[in-house]
């Protein structure tokens, strides 16, 4: 098995004719979503374009709830964590996201997994028994400048670094940094994610139980799979 890593959008599309299998790492927060609620046993639609006027259309389409955004109190689920805690089996929910939808939905060709740092040794598990002697992309998701430019995001490199760390295989130089980040961030986790520029903007908004959950290391064993659009736990369907 080979590991390679490259971030964003941008990667996944320099990745794609050489890579069996990607693993999208969102943290904070859309792969931390996506494992809460598929863990729960609902079926998540990322949508990746920034028009809630097409996203209320899909979600009926779809026959869907559509999440809100994380700032907005009405709506019952959103990108803020906490609001998928309890989301019912069986749900089946449009999930905007800017950066970790459109990364799954260019990837959707292939086979894509969500990981994040709460399901590191399920997602690699499954990734290793999935690829054989093929290729790994992991893709940290990054977030974005006022310019629209990637952000690298430091979570996401360390959720990366987590995964890729549970990995045999050969490891690109890339795939190697970040492995090598995470391995020398693991004693100090909580307090470097919560110092992050993407930490510090979610607890300023009011948001601090998204990184809290978000930073639970190894406690959920969900694998959420891309399948037909949508994210399912992959224990809902026979991977081949």
Known sequence: MRVVCEWGLSGVLALMDHV??????????????????????ARVFPFPIHDREAAEKEAIRLDAELAGKRSDTESKYSLSVPTLQ????????????P????I?????????FAGCLRNTSAVAD?????????????IPAGERWKDRSLRPAIEDLLGAGAIISELDGLLSPEAAVARDAFVSARPDLSSRLKGSV??????????????????????????????????????QCELK
């Open 198 to 235: 993407s930490g510090v903007e979610l607890r300023e908004k009011g948001f601090p139980q998204d990184v809290e959950i978000a930073l639970a290391l190894n406690v959920s064993s969900c694998v959420p799979i891309l399948i037909d659009e949508a994210f399912i736990a992959a224990g």
């Open 104 to 112: 799954s939905f260019a990837a959707k060709e292939k086979t894509v």
């Open 126 to 138: 499954a990734a290793r028994k999935f690829v054989g002697a093929g290729t790994v992309a992991v």
């Open 86 to 97: 309890s989301i019912p089996a069986g749900t089946r929910l449009v999930l905007p996201s």
């Open 99 to 102: 950066n970790g939808s459109h």
């Open 20 to 41: 069996d299998v990607f693993i999208v790492v969102d943290v904070l927060s859309f792969s931390t979503c996506i494992d809460v609620a598929c863990a729960n046993g």
